[in-house]
Each structure stands twice: as C-alpha cells, then as structure tokens.
C-alpha cells in the first residue's frame, strides 16, 4: 500500500446561504410584534441606523457607491476622542461595483385595491378567529395557594399545595385520597379534611374526583337542600343520567319527565371545568400584519405598520465614507462596517414587506367570496400552489404565514387560515362549518349520524367519506350523535 500526498483540482456545486439571505428568511418568519422589537433591538446596537423625521432625502444611493469604493491603506493613526473603535467580527456584504439600492424609507404608508364586481354583503357573520383579550399571567397554585395559607396550618397548606400541583387541567384530582395520603405521610382523615377546605373554595368544586363530586359541592355552597331533585339525580341516579334515560328517572323519583329536563338543565348552568375560574388561560397578544376594508365595491388592504419607526441610514456615517479623506481609516472601516449591516437589514425588511404584500393580493384575488359571503366560501388553496402564483419555494410561504394575522370585517384570521385544502371548490375549513350549521339546527331528540351529514353534505355537492365527516366533527369539538341527544 503506497499513500500519496498531491493536489487535485475539481468542481463541484454546493449551496451557500448569503448572510443577506439568512437575515430575510429570519425576518420573513417572524410576526410583527417580533419585528417590531427585532428593529428597535437594531437600532440600538447599529449606529449607521437612525430614525427618519419625514424628510424626503434619502442617502442610500450614495452609501451604497460609497461603500463600494475600497478602504485606503493607512499606518492605522490612533483614532479620534469619543470615536467609536473598529470591529473586526462584523458581517460583511460583498457590493458589487455599479449596484444600485434605492431603500427608501422602511415600509412606507402601502395601500393597493382589487376589484371584485359585488359588494360586501350585510349578514351580521362576525366571527373573529383570533382571541385579542388579555388575560391573567398566574398559574392555579398562584391563584389558590394565598387563600388556603390563610385558611390552614403550615403543615396542611403544604399538603394543600402538592394538591393543587397534582390537578389535571380542569382542576380535578389525578390520584386516589389513598395515593396521596400515602406520598404526604398523613392520615386518609387528615387530606379529606384538607381536600374538604379546598373544595369550598368559591365557585366550589376544584379538588374533587370527577364532575358528579364536583357538582355536588357546587350545589351544597349555592345552598340548594339535600331533597332537591338535581342532588338526587347526582346522588341516586348519575348513572342514569349519563344514559339519557329520563323517562326511568322520573319514575323512580316520582316526578314527571319535564321536571327531570329542568333539573338537568340547572345542572349543566352548573362550572364543568372548575380550574377555568381560576386560572384563565393566556391569551396570545396578536397584531395584524394587513387589514382589508370595502371602499366601495373594491377590496382594499393596507399595511398595519404605523408603530413601526421609520429608518433611514445615518447622515453622519454616510459624510464619513463620501468624504474619507477627512476621517482616519479606523472610523471610514467602522462606518463602511455599519453601513453593510444597515443596508442589508433594510432590503431585509424590504424583502419581508414585498412577499407579505404578494400573499395578500393572492388572499384577495383567490377568496373574494369569503369576503363577500363568509366563512362557508372559503376555497382550498394550498402552500404550493400560491408558491407558485407568487413566485417563490413552498418553504418561503410556509416561513411567511407563520405568526402572520389579517383583519378584515369578519374578523382577525392567520394567514394559514386562507390556504388549506379540501374537496373540490370547497376548502376544509368551510366544510367543518356546513357541518357545524348542520348539527346547530339538527333535532336534538334525533340527532343525525355521521351517515346523515355525509348524505347532506352530498345534496350540496360536497362528497367525502363518512370517516372524514367523522374526524372533522371531532375537530370541531362536536360529540357523536348518541352524546348529542337531548333530555
């Protein structure tokens, strides 16, 4: 075996991806209140940044020739009082000679129209996808945990809190009083005592074992006495009750049929899930990237950027690469630094508004009878297909909707929400709603089978299999038609 050493000469392709490229796919993805930050962030740490006060000049062009010019050789003189020192792990742009960016000032006022020959309709369908509510900020054993310390020894509120620690996110317990005596040190006596505290908390009903316990207690702190019927329902008859069987019930609490309905019908005012009182859940804070608005009988969008600062690149950093002579070498290689990363963020930004831009314009031009008519219009659109109307890879779409929200008349909508799929001119999203409508209307003595809705939905040209009738009610959060029947 004989090793040599030489030096081969091949060519391959590879792919790189430009710094540039890496900043806009960043700035592409996130929302707007990220960039919002992102773009006060920058202009902290970059000074060749400044926020413009409205001026109509503008001195990109001449950075950019500026920038291009090569830095002159020097012995590196020491640099002026209060100047900034040169960095040398900065990101570099390579410009090519003769380049032009014209980058005015970042995202403009952008207002553009399409015109579609009906006018938005006066159905009150407002339906608003987006929760914009604040809510707060605690979890359960924050919310809980003040009141019971009042309440117990120190001891027991210990206990209490590895209680409200162990509950499911309804707030029932998760273990037997047995489990957790034995994991506490304590007596089976002792916890029920502590569980009984907790219980009692108002509204009532958290810490118990399942809802039928829980109804219980929210029964006994609204004062209702132990002979009313929804106590004996809950009491005697719960299995029963699952079933639906209310004519057996009324014989054998000695009531008629009516009654047991009304009773049923205080239970279920009755809480479901008692951690909701609580511990509301978080909303997430959303801004809307584009709003679109009827101006007569054209749909018109603009961009929701007022609260963004309007950048420009520094004066002073542009004077220093126009007139270098004037500077020493170390503040022209600073500023020529500054600027490369400042450009290169603005045509970021430009980036980013332009694909926004697009997708809204194909929003409008594909969904126009969602505007008009709501929500059962939609029509399916996929990620690819806009790709390729726009332009651009699947992955670019993909990266551009994600955290993205448009307002319209009809409420606040993710960009995802506009392209799904579905069966033939029917999107998904406007199916579930047909099947929604459906079960809304349907007659709660004989609600209709998963069979029925397909047939239906096959009456209004819409033909999917019974198993997708099926898992779109489950994702609408819809029960089988059994769990549907009314007392």
């Known amino acids: 075996m004989k090793l040599n050493i030489g030096l081969d000469m091949k060519q391959q392709l590879e792919m790189r991806l430009t710094p540039q490229l890496i900043l806009q796919m960043k700035l592409l993805q996130v929302s707007a209140l990220d960039l919002e930050q992102l773009v006060r962030e920058e202009m902290e740490q970059n000074p060749a940044l400044e926020e413009s006060d409205g001026s109509p000049d503008s001195p990109e062009a001449e950075a950019v020739a500026a920038i291009s010019e090569p830095v002159p050789a020097a012995a590196a003189p020491v640099p002026a009082e209060n100047t900034p020192a040169p960095e040398t792990h900065e990101t570099q742009i390579e410009t090519r000679p003769g380049e032009e960016y014209t980058i005015n000032e970042l995202m403009p006022e952008d207002n553009w129209s399409a015109t579609v020959s009906v006018g938005p309709s006066s159905d009150n369908d407002e339906g608003t996808a987006v929760e914009l509510a604040a809510g707060p900020d605690k979890s359960l054993a924050e919310s809980l945990m003040p009141r019971l310390r009042s309440m117990l020894s120190e001891d027991d ?33 002792r916890l029920r005592s502590i569980l009984f505290a907790i219980q009692r908390l108002e509204p009532g009903g958290i810490a118990c074992h399942d809802r039928r316990e829980s109804f219980l207690v929210q029964l006994e702190l609204a004062d209702v006495p132990p002979a009313a019927l929804e106590r004996q329902l809950l009491t005697n008859h719960w299995d029963l009750l699952i079933k639906k069987q209310t004519a057996r019930i009324a014989k054998l609490c000695g009531v008629t049929e009516d009654d047991v309905r009304r009773a049923v019908q205080r239970l279920l005012n009755l809480e479901t899930r008692p951690a909701r009182s609580f511990a509301p859940g978080t909303p997430d804070y959303v801004s809307p990237d584009y709003s679109v608005e009827w101006q007569g009988d054209q749909l018109v969008a603009s961009a929701n950027d ?56 194909l929003i409008i031009d594909q969904q126009h009878d969602f505007f008009i008519h709501g929500r059962q219009h939609l029509r399916p659109a996929t990620l690819r297909q806009a790709a390729d109307v726009i332009g651009v890879h699947a992955s670019t779409v993909s990266r551009a909707i994600a ?32 099947i929604r409508a459906m079960v809304e209307v349907e007659d709660k003595q004989s609600p209709l089978s998963d069979d029925e809705l397909c047939s239906r939905l096959k009456l209004e040209e819409i033909s999917i299999s019974r198993r997708t009738v099926a898992k779109y009610r489950a994702e609408l959060g819809v029960p089988g038609c059994n769990d549907r029947k009314g007392f």
């Open 403 to 434: 955290g993205k929200y448009l307002e319209t008349d009809r409420g606040i909508f993710p960009f995802g929400y506009f392209f799904k799929a579905g069966a033939g001119d029917k999107s998904r999203t406007s199916i579930k709603q047909k």
């Open 306 to 361: 007022e609260r963004f600062p309007r950048l420009r690149l520094s004066q002073r950093y542009v004077e220093i690469l126009k007139s270098p002579k004037s500077y020493s070498p170390e503040q022209v290689q600073f500023a020529r630094q500054k600027l490369q990363r400042a450009l290169m963020f603005l045509k970021g930004i430009e980036s980013r508004r332009r694909t926004l831009k697009r997708l809204v314009e």
């Open 157 to 189: 509120a210990r206990v209490a809190e590895f209680i409200v620690e162990s509950l499911d996110d309804d707030g029932f317990l998760t273990m037997t009083d047995e489990e957790i005596a034995q994991q506490q040190g304590i007596d089976v006596d």
